[in-house]
Structures are given as structure tokens and as C-alpha cells.
């Protein structure tokens, strides 16, 4: 089998890590697999669905190294939508429904009272011609439902294993709204068909409406793909992310500075067996993905993690890997190996920069101890001279420890941390060192 699979965001917001999970687990799938991937717009909500969106989504997935194979919007495909919808009529597999929001809402409430699921109990399905002429004539315009099997459906799930959804407890699943719209699910089992989908993988939310798609894929004459249901993300707290997705989304993460592979790193490990490294090469990503690796225990994303992996992987990244944008900040490759094992995010380069060229209000706690560290400062500055300078100002005041080092640290960069001082003196220079050594503004 050639894999294909599928990721099919809609226009209606922004991409957050949740989604972005998926739609990476579905690309190293059919990269491992040298299969096909698909980016679906589901973009059938035209009051909802925006070209900004869209355009925010496919930035998103091209910053993150996901490229796609094919690319299809649903607003342009509505003619199968209009076929297939014919086709369950005249099967008898769809019929309309007149019940208001309001009516079903009160239906449901009965059942509850009643200790009985909230279940739709197929009222519409006895209408006779003389009711459905009364409705019509109140103005009142049908919503269509899919009629299921009301019999167990069964597939082998990669993720879950053998997996079985009863349709006898799921209400008929709405199909088509009053105004005509297509809801998801006709659009999707129709797409996936005709696009020959192999695959799905989705949360794990989506089980039951698994056992509903696949009778609507098998009434409309196809063969339903296989399906993997990924455990869902919740935050460090043990929460779901649902009330911060806009904090955690792709564009925010982008934004606030952090790197695009360690994103995809965490991401990329997150619920299964594996440990999280910073790894910049999806391809080396996609030949450790297994489904066998992935658990079904709900999956943490922490901030924090995301952060210290960020950090890890600007420590490993040699300057070329990101050149262009180290000389749009000004920073050079002895600054980077300077200062690239002390930064959380590529920006903070730039601050050392500052540091280095500009002026920095020294911290002086003892002017005699910096006047003699000062006078010791040869003209010449390399990587050995923060040694010989150390070395001889604790032979000349007996100072050690923090008690030599801090004192220098902060009269020459007005920071308690930060990088070697071997890698920073030399890029400070002589001139600049002594003048912040006497506490001059330099």
C-alpha cells in the first residue's frame, strides 16, 4: 500500500501546538513511509472561514518544515458533496428533520431527567406528508440526518487496537444544516474517498465519530481508510490547553523567538515511548516514528521543556546553520561561539552584542581591586588572556574564587552571568575592558 494521509486544518483560527502535533505525526508517517502528504482547507464555513487564516496556516506549516504534496480546499468541491448527498437520499440513508435547536435541546434534557442517554430518537423519520407540508408552511426549513446501522462497527486501530463504537448509542449525526451547509463529516468521508486516503490520524476525541464516518464511507461505496487515534495534549498542570491554545499558537511560539526544530522535536515525542532531544533534521524525526511508540496516556506539554530544549539547540548550532540571520543582528561567528551556550533564543545573541560594542554602566564593588585589575590588562587581548589576567590579579591581591572572578564579571559586563569571560574579553577589547575597570561608562 502507498501511504497517503491527510491534515485538515480549518480557516477559522490559528494553528496551536494540538494541531500542529497531528499534522507533524501525520507527516513523518508518510515521509518514513515515502507516501504522500495532503493538506486538506476545510474552508466549507464560509461565514467563518477567512483567506488570512489560511494564508497564517500555510506560513505556519512551511516555518515548521512541513511541506506538503498536494493541496485541496473544500469550498471548490462542492459538486461531490452534492453527488454524495444524492446518493444517501436515495438510499434512504439521509432524511430531514425539522426539530429547532430549542425542541432537541429540550428533548435531551427529558432523557436526562429520565436517566436516559441524550440520544436522537428519530421523530423526523415518522413525519408523514401532511406534517412535513404543516412545517414547511411555518416557514420552517429541515436539517438532514444520516440514518446509521444501529449495530456495532469494529476496526483495528494503530494506536487503541481493536476498537468498537455501538451506533445504537450515538444519535444520527447531522449532515446537512437548515441553511444547507455541509457540516465536517460528509465533506471529509467524501474527500477522503475520492482523494484515496490511506491513513487517518486525529485525536482521540474523534472515536466515535470514527464509527460513524466509516458507515458513511461504506454507503457511499468506499473503502475506509485506516485510522490511528493519538492520545490529546494537556498542559504541565495536568489541564487541558483548550483556554490557552491562544498563548500556544505557531504564530505566538514564532514571534516570541523560539526555533521551529525545537517545536518539532518536542512535538515529535511527545505521548510516545522516546525520549525528547533537540533533533533540527525532521527527515532523522521521521525514521524514528512508529506507532508501536506511541502511548495512549494523555501527553504533557510544558513551556518550560519547550524553552530548555530551545536553549539546547541554539548551543549545538554551529554558525552557518544560521547565518543569515545572525548578520541581520549584527552578531559575528566569535561572538556566536561567545555566547550561543548562554541564550535561550537566537535574539538573545543581539544583548551580548550590546554588551560587547556599546556602553555598559560597570559594577564596581572594590575601585582599588579594578584599578589594579585594570593596570593588568595587557594590549593584546585573546582567549588566554582572561586566564593571565586572573592569574596574575589574585597573585597581586590574593583574591579567588567568586571574590576574583564575580568583581571583573561585573565591572566588564554589568551582568552577575553570562558566557565564558575568556570568550568575551578578547571581544570587549583592552581599551574598553580598562575604562570599565576604573568604572567609566564605556
Known sequence: ????????????????????????WNWLFARKSGGTFVLRIDDTD?????????????ADLKWL?????????????????????????????????????????????IQRARGLPPVYDRAAL???????????????????????????????????????????????????????MYLYTLPSCVDDIDLQITHVMRGEDHVTNTGVQIEIFRALGGEPPEFAHHSLLI?????????????????????????????????????????VTAQPDLMALAGGFDFDRLGRAPARFDMAELEALNAKLLHETPY???????????VTPPLWEAVRGNITRLADAAEWLAVINGEVDPVIENQDFANEAASLVPDTLDTDSWGALTNALKEKTGAKGKNLFMPLRLALTG?????EMAALLPLIGAEKARARLRGERA
Open 235 to 275: 498542559g504541565a498542570d495536568g489541564q487541558g490547553l483548550s483556554k490557552r491554545l491562544g498563548s500556544l499558537s505557531i504564530e505566538a511560539m514564532r514571534n516570541d523567538g523560539l526555533e521551529a526544530a525545537a517545536i518539532t522535536s518536542l512535538l515529535a515525542k511527545l505521548g510516545t515511548a522516546d525520549p
Open 126 to 180: 415518522n413525519l408523514s406528508d401532511d406534517d412535513i407540508a404543516k412545517y414547511e408552511a411555518e416557514g420552517r426549513k429541515p436539517h438532514w440526518r444520516f440514518k446509521l446501522s444501529q449495530t456495532p462497527v469494529r476496526w483495528n486501530d494503530h494506536i487503541r487496537g481493536e476498537v468498537t463504537v455501538d451506533t445504537a448509542s450515538v444519535s444520527d449525526p447531522v449532515l446537512i444544516r437548515e441553511d444547507g
Open 320 to 330: 552557518d546553520e544560521v547565518e543569515s540571520r545572525l548578520k541581520k543582528l549584527g
Open 1 to 24: 500500500m502507498t501511504v497517503k494521509v491527510r491534515f485538515a486544518p480549518s480557516p477559522t483560527g490559528k494553528l496551536h501546538v494540538g494541531n500542529v502535533r497531528a499534522a507533524l
Open 65 to 109: 518544515g512541513l511541506d506538503w504534496d498536494e493541496t485541496v480546499s473544500q469550498s471548490s468541491r462542492f459538486a461531490l458533496y452534492d453527488a454524495a448527498r444524492d446518493k444517501l437520499k436515495d438510499a434512504g440513508l439521509l432524511y430531514p428533520c425539522y426539530e429547532t435547536a430549542e425542541e432537541l435541546d429540550r428533548k435531551r434534557k
Open 415 to 419: 551582568r552577575e552571568r553570562g558566557p
Open 46 to 58: 464560509g461565514e467563518r472561514s477567512t483567506e488570512e487564516y489560511e494564508d497564517a496556516i500555510r
